[in-house]
Protein backbone atom coordinates (compact mmCIF):
# COMPACT_ATOMS: atom_id res chain seq x y z
CA UNK A 1 0.00 0.00 0.00
CA UNK A 2 2.89 2.20 0.03
CA UNK A 3 3.06 3.83 -2.91
CA UNK A 4 -0.96 4.48 -2.60
CA UNK A 5 -0.59 7.39 -0.36
CA UNK A 6 -4.39 8.50 -1.16
CA UNK A 7 -5.99 5.34 0.17
CA UNK A 8 -8.70 4.68 2.59
CA UNK A 9 -8.11 2.07 4.51
CA UNK A 10 -11.68 0.24 4.99
CA UNK A 11 -12.50 -0.96 8.60
CA UNK A 12 -14.33 -3.07 10.47
CA UNK A 13 -14.77 -4.06 13.64
CA UNK A 14 -15.36 -7.53 15.59
CA UNK A 15 -16.86 -6.96 18.67
CA UNK A 16 -18.40 -3.61 19.08
CA UNK A 17 -18.99 -3.01 22.42
CA UNK A 18 -18.49 -0.73 25.33
CA UNK A 19 -14.80 -0.14 24.27
CA UNK A 20 -16.13 0.99 20.60
CA UNK A 21 -18.72 3.15 21.44
CA UNK A 22 -16.27 6.17 22.16
CA UNK A 23 -12.80 4.96 22.56
CA UNK A 24 -12.30 3.68 19.64
CA UNK A 25 -15.45 3.25 17.02
CA UNK A 26 -15.63 7.10 16.11
CA UNK A 27 -11.99 7.79 15.44
CA UNK A 28 -12.27 5.34 12.12
CA UNK A 29 -14.84 7.80 10.85
CA UNK A 30 -12.61 10.84 12.19
CA UNK A 31 -9.15 9.82 10.94
CA UNK A 32 -8.23 10.80 7.27
CA UNK A 33 -7.99 8.44 4.70
CA UNK A 34 -9.88 6.04 7.38
CA UNK A 35 -13.92 4.60 7.22
CA UNK A 36 -15.89 2.23 9.33
CA UNK A 37 -17.76 0.20 6.63
CA UNK A 38 -18.94 -3.41 8.85
CA UNK A 39 -19.12 -4.35 12.16
CA UNK A 40 -19.75 -7.48 13.93
CA UNK A 41 -21.29 -8.56 17.02
CA UNK A 42 -22.74 -12.35 17.86
CA UNK A 43 -26.23 -10.61 19.07
CA UNK A 44 -27.14 -9.26 15.71
CA UNK A 45 -29.63 -6.82 17.23
CA UNK A 46 -27.09 -4.98 19.08
CA UNK A 47 -24.43 -5.34 16.12
CA UNK A 48 -27.34 -3.67 14.00
CA UNK A 49 -27.94 -0.67 16.17
CA UNK A 50 -24.44 0.13 16.81
CA UNK A 51 -24.29 -0.12 12.86
CA UNK A 52 -27.75 2.67 13.03
CA UNK A 53 -25.94 5.06 15.65
CA UNK A 54 -22.27 4.98 14.33
CA UNK A 55 -23.68 5.41 10.64
CA UNK A 56 -21.90 1.82 9.45
CA UNK A 57 -22.95 0.52 6.19
CA UNK A 58 -23.25 -3.35 7.40
CA UNK A 59 -22.98 -5.30 9.94
CA UNK A 60 -23.12 -8.97 10.80
CA UNK A 61 -23.34 -11.61 13.63
CA UNK A 62 -20.87 -13.87 12.06
CA UNK A 63 -17.04 -12.97 12.10
CA UNK A 64 -16.15 -15.02 9.51
CA UNK A 65 -18.54 -12.99 6.98
CA UNK A 66 -16.77 -9.43 7.93
CA UNK A 67 -13.73 -11.01 7.65
CA UNK A 68 -14.54 -12.22 3.82
CA UNK A 69 -16.55 -9.13 3.27
CA UNK A 70 -14.05 -7.95 0.04
CA UNK A 71 -14.80 -4.07 1.21
CA UNK A 72 -13.38 -5.03 4.12
CA UNK A 73 -9.54 -3.95 4.12
CA UNK A 74 -8.30 -4.02 7.96
CA UNK A 75 -10.15 -5.36 10.87
CA UNK A 76 -10.49 -4.26 14.26
CA UNK A 77 -10.85 -7.18 16.90
CA UNK A 78 -12.42 -5.46 19.92
CA UNK A 79 -13.51 -8.86 22.14
CA UNK A 80 -11.75 -9.66 25.23
CA UNK A 81 -8.55 -11.40 25.28
CA UNK A 82 -9.99 -14.60 25.11
CA UNK A 83 -10.58 -14.96 21.49
CA UNK A 84 -7.76 -12.71 20.28
CA UNK A 85 -5.27 -15.43 19.17
CA UNK A 86 -8.96 -17.40 17.20
CA UNK A 87 -9.61 -14.09 15.10
CA UNK A 88 -6.37 -12.71 14.55
CA UNK A 89 -5.62 -16.34 12.71
CA UNK A 90 -8.92 -15.94 10.83
CA UNK A 91 -7.90 -12.04 9.35
CA UNK A 92 -4.21 -13.35 8.61
CA UNK A 93 -4.95 -15.92 7.15
CA UNK A 94 -7.66 -13.68 4.93
CA UNK A 95 -4.57 -11.56 4.37
CA UNK A 96 -5.78 -8.35 5.94
CA UNK A 97 -4.05 -6.20 8.66
CA UNK A 98 -4.73 -6.79 12.36
CA UNK A 99 -5.92 -4.24 14.88
CA UNK A 100 -6.43 -5.94 18.22
CA UNK A 101 -7.28 -4.65 21.69
CA UNK A 102 -5.13 -4.91 24.69
CA UNK A 103 -4.23 -7.33 26.54
CA UNK A 104 -2.79 -8.84 23.67
CA UNK A 105 -3.83 -12.28 24.59
CA UNK A 106 -4.43 -14.76 27.23
CA UNK A 107 -0.71 -15.24 27.80
CA UNK A 108 2.90 -14.88 26.13
CA UNK A 109 2.59 -17.52 24.05
CA UNK A 110 -0.70 -16.69 22.45
CA UNK A 111 1.18 -13.62 21.50
CA UNK A 112 3.84 -15.42 20.09
CA UNK A 113 1.19 -17.52 17.83
CA UNK A 114 -0.44 -14.59 16.26
CA UNK A 115 2.70 -12.73 15.85
CA UNK A 116 4.25 -15.57 13.71
CA UNK A 117 0.81 -15.98 12.06
CA UNK A 118 0.99 -12.72 10.57
CA UNK A 119 4.23 -12.57 9.46
CA UNK A 120 3.66 -16.11 7.69
CA UNK A 121 0.64 -14.10 5.94
CA UNK A 122 2.58 -11.06 5.31
CA UNK A 123 0.13 -9.00 7.01
CA UNK A 124 1.19 -6.19 9.91
CA UNK A 125 -0.26 -6.91 13.48
CA UNK A 126 -1.00 -3.91 15.55
CA UNK A 127 -2.00 -3.48 19.34
CA UNK A 128 -4.25 -0.37 21.41
CA UNK A 129 -1.71 0.77 23.19
CA UNK A 130 -2.85 3.77 22.69
CA UNK A 131 -1.14 5.67 25.38
CA UNK A 132 2.20 5.61 22.98
CA UNK A 133 0.28 8.38 21.62
CA UNK A 134 -1.50 10.66 23.80
CA UNK A 135 -0.25 14.18 24.69
CA UNK A 136 0.91 13.53 28.48
CA UNK A 137 2.17 10.40 27.52
CA UNK A 138 4.13 12.07 25.07
CA UNK A 139 5.43 14.84 27.26
CA UNK A 140 6.66 12.76 29.98
CA UNK A 141 8.80 10.78 27.41
CA UNK A 142 10.29 14.00 25.91
CA UNK A 143 10.73 15.43 29.53
CA UNK A 144 12.59 11.95 29.98
CA UNK A 145 14.67 11.77 26.66
CA UNK A 146 15.68 15.69 27.38
CA UNK A 147 17.19 14.95 30.28
CA UNK A 148 15.21 17.16 32.74
CA UNK A 149 15.68 14.62 35.63
CA UNK A 150 19.12 13.54 34.93
CA UNK A 151 19.82 9.22 34.65
CA UNK A 152 16.93 7.71 35.24
CA UNK A 153 17.26 5.27 38.24
CA UNK A 154 14.25 3.30 38.56
CA UNK A 155 10.33 3.74 38.82
CA UNK A 156 7.38 2.71 41.05
CA UNK A 157 4.49 1.93 40.22
CA UNK A 158 1.52 2.19 42.37
CA UNK A 159 -2.05 1.56 41.22
CA UNK A 160 -5.06 0.61 44.12
CA UNK A 161 -8.44 0.87 43.41
CA UNK A 162 -11.16 0.08 46.45
CA UNK A 163 -12.85 -3.60 46.56
CA UNK A 164 -16.00 -4.35 44.28
CA UNK A 165 -18.09 -5.66 46.77
CA UNK A 166 -21.46 -5.58 45.14
CA UNK A 167 -20.82 -8.17 42.03
CA UNK A 168 -22.94 -10.62 41.29
CA UNK A 169 -21.40 -14.04 42.04
CA UNK A 170 -23.50 -15.27 39.09
CA UNK A 171 -22.59 -12.68 36.25
CA UNK A 172 -19.41 -11.72 37.03
CA UNK A 173 -17.72 -8.84 34.32
CA UNK A 174 -15.06 -10.59 31.99
CA UNK A 175 -12.03 -8.90 33.66
CA UNK A 176 -12.16 -10.63 36.78
CA UNK A 177 -12.30 -14.56 34.93
CA UNK A 178 -9.23 -15.33 34.16
CA UNK A 179 -10.09 -18.26 30.95
CA UNK A 180 -11.41 -15.10 29.42
CA UNK A 181 -9.24 -12.05 30.47
CA UNK A 182 -6.16 -13.84 31.04
CA UNK A 183 -6.27 -13.04 34.57
CA UNK A 184 -7.68 -10.37 37.21
CA UNK A 185 -7.71 -6.33 37.06
CA UNK A 186 -3.64 -6.53 36.68
CA UNK A 187 -3.98 -7.79 33.10
CA UNK A 188 -6.06 -5.31 32.22
CA UNK A 189 -4.60 -2.26 33.38
CA UNK A 190 -0.74 -2.71 34.41
CA UNK A 191 -0.53 -4.06 30.69
CA UNK A 192 -0.94 0.07 29.92
CA UNK A 193 1.67 0.73 32.61
CA UNK A 194 3.96 -1.56 31.75
CA UNK A 195 3.85 -1.16 27.88
CA UNK A 196 4.24 2.25 28.49
CA UNK A 197 7.65 1.95 30.63
CA UNK A 198 8.75 -0.35 27.23
CA UNK A 199 7.56 2.37 24.89
CA UNK A 200 9.74 5.01 27.52
CA UNK A 201 12.86 3.15 28.77
CA UNK A 202 13.02 0.16 26.95
CA UNK A 203 12.57 -3.81 26.97
CA UNK A 204 12.23 -5.32 30.26
CA UNK A 205 14.97 -8.13 30.40
CA UNK A 206 14.14 -9.80 33.51
CA UNK A 207 10.76 -9.99 36.26
CA UNK A 208 9.24 -11.41 38.64
CA UNK A 209 6.59 -10.86 41.57
CA UNK A 210 4.16 -12.08 44.00
CA UNK A 211 0.20 -12.27 43.40
CA UNK A 212 -2.83 -12.82 46.13
CA UNK A 213 -6.52 -13.32 46.13
CA UNK A 214 -7.40 -11.54 49.52
CA UNK A 215 -11.10 -10.39 49.56
CA UNK A 216 -12.08 -13.29 47.29
CA UNK A 217 -14.46 -11.64 45.29
CA UNK A 218 -13.46 -13.45 42.60
CA UNK A 219 -11.67 -15.86 40.46
CA UNK A 220 -8.97 -13.73 39.58
CA UNK A 221 -5.42 -12.44 41.64
CA UNK A 222 -7.17 -9.08 43.52
CA UNK A 223 -3.17 -8.33 44.45
CA UNK A 224 0.10 -8.19 42.34
CA UNK A 225 3.62 -7.01 43.56
CA UNK A 226 6.20 -7.01 40.93
CA UNK A 227 10.32 -5.61 40.22
CA UNK A 228 11.62 -6.09 36.95
CA UNK A 229 15.21 -4.77 35.34
CA UNK A 230 15.41 -2.79 32.00
CA UNK A 231 17.78 -3.59 29.29
CA UNK A 232 19.75 -0.17 29.86
CA UNK A 233 19.76 -1.14 33.67
CA UNK A 234 16.75 1.33 35.47
CA UNK A 235 15.04 -0.54 37.91
CA UNK A 236 11.44 -0.83 38.86
CA UNK A 237 9.03 -2.17 41.08
CA UNK A 238 4.86 -1.94 41.62
CA UNK A 239 2.21 -2.87 43.53
CA UNK A 240 -1.12 -3.24 42.21
CA UNK A 241 -4.05 -3.59 44.55
CA UNK A 242 -7.89 -3.85 43.46
CA UNK A 243 -9.43 -4.11 47.36
CA UNK A 244 -8.39 -1.22 49.10
CA UNK A 245 -10.75 1.05 51.49
CA UNK A 246 -13.18 3.59 49.77
CA UNK A 247 -10.85 6.55 49.23
CA UNK A 248 -7.97 5.01 49.10
CA UNK A 249 -8.12 5.13 45.13
CA UNK A 250 -4.24 5.89 43.80
CA UNK A 251 -2.77 5.90 40.71
CA UNK A 252 0.47 7.21 40.27
CA UNK A 253 3.83 6.29 38.38
CA UNK A 254 7.00 7.67 39.75
CA UNK A 255 10.10 8.18 37.65
CA UNK A 256 13.76 8.97 40.00
CA UNK A 257 16.73 10.22 38.45
CA UNK A 258 19.57 11.62 39.48
CA UNK A 259 18.61 15.24 38.95
CA UNK A 260 14.68 14.87 40.14
CA UNK A 261 11.43 12.97 39.76
CA UNK A 262 8.29 12.69 37.63
CA UNK A 263 4.94 11.46 38.85
CA UNK A 264 2.46 10.69 36.55
CA UNK A 265 -1.11 9.15 36.16
CA UNK A 266 -1.93 6.30 34.07
CA UNK A 267 -5.56 6.56 34.35
CA UNK A 268 -6.94 9.95 36.86
CA UNK A 269 -6.88 12.99 34.83
CA UNK A 270 -4.68 14.65 36.78
CA UNK A 271 -1.52 17.01 35.89
CA UNK A 272 2.21 15.29 35.60
CA UNK A 273 4.33 16.95 38.13
CA UNK A 274 8.22 17.61 37.25
CA UNK A 275 10.30 18.04 40.54
CA UNK A 276 14.23 19.22 40.42
CA UNK A 277 16.36 21.37 42.09
CA UNK A 278 14.66 24.41 40.47
CA UNK A 279 11.22 23.67 41.93
CA UNK A 280 7.66 21.80 40.84
CA UNK A 281 6.10 22.20 37.00
CA UNK A 282 3.14 20.79 35.90
CA UNK A 283 1.52 20.05 32.83
CA UNK A 284 -1.78 19.16 31.99
CA UNK A 285 -2.33 17.45 29.53
CA UNK A 286 -6.38 16.28 28.56
CA UNK A 287 -6.99 13.16 26.19
CA UNK A 288 -8.99 13.97 22.96
CA UNK A 289 -12.41 12.79 22.93
CA UNK A 290 -11.70 9.64 21.42
CA UNK A 291 -8.88 8.04 23.22
CA UNK A 292 -7.71 5.86 20.42
CA UNK A 293 -7.64 8.25 17.36
CA UNK A 294 -4.07 9.90 17.85
CA UNK A 295 -2.77 5.84 17.78
CA UNK A 296 -5.28 5.24 14.80
CA UNK A 297 -4.04 7.63 12.57
CA UNK A 298 -0.38 6.31 13.35
CA UNK A 299 -1.79 2.60 12.60
CA UNK A 300 -3.49 4.40 8.93
CA UNK A 301 -0.70 6.56 8.29
CA UNK A 302 1.36 3.09 7.88
CA UNK A 303 -1.19 1.14 6.04
CA UNK A 304 -1.04 4.46 3.87
CA UNK A 305 2.77 4.92 3.96
CA UNK A 306 3.06 7.90 5.55
CA UNK A 307 4.05 7.15 9.17
CA UNK A 308 5.17 4.28 11.26
CA UNK A 309 2.75 2.53 13.89
CA UNK A 310 4.39 2.39 17.27
CA UNK A 311 2.45 -0.51 18.88
CA UNK A 312 2.88 -3.75 17.19
CA UNK A 313 2.71 -7.17 17.88
CA UNK A 314 6.42 -7.82 18.56
CA UNK A 315 6.38 -4.77 21.50
CA UNK A 316 2.83 -5.99 23.10
CA UNK A 317 3.86 -9.24 23.30
CA UNK A 318 6.94 -8.31 25.57
CA UNK A 319 4.36 -6.44 27.74
CA UNK A 320 2.54 -9.82 27.89
CA UNK A 321 6.05 -11.66 28.86
CA UNK A 322 6.57 -9.42 31.37
CA UNK A 323 3.32 -9.70 33.20
CA UNK A 324 3.41 -13.68 32.94
CA UNK A 325 6.94 -13.70 34.45
CA UNK A 326 5.12 -11.01 37.59
CA UNK A 327 2.69 -13.87 38.04
CA UNK A 328 4.78 -16.95 38.05
CA UNK A 329 3.92 -18.42 34.76
Not at 33 to 47: F, T, Y
Not at 51 to 71: K, M, N, S, T
Request: glycine residues 8%; charged residues 20%; negative net charge.
Amino acid sequence: MAEETTKTIRWGIIGCGDVTEVKSGPAFQKVPHSKLVAVMRRNGEKAQDYARRHGVPRWYDDAQALIQDPEVDAVYIATPPGSHLEYTLAVAAAGKPVYVEKPMALNHTQCQEMVAACQKAGVPLYVAYYRRRLPSFLKVKELVDSGAIGEVRFVNIRLFHPAQDNLDQQNLPWRVLPEISGGGLFFDLASHQLDYLDYLLGPIASASGQTANQAGLYPAEDIVTGQFRFQNGVLGTGIWCFTVAPGQFRDEIEIIGSRGRITFPSFALEPIKLETEKGTEEFFLPPPQHVQQPFIQTIVEELTGQGQCPSTGETAARTAWVMDQIVGR
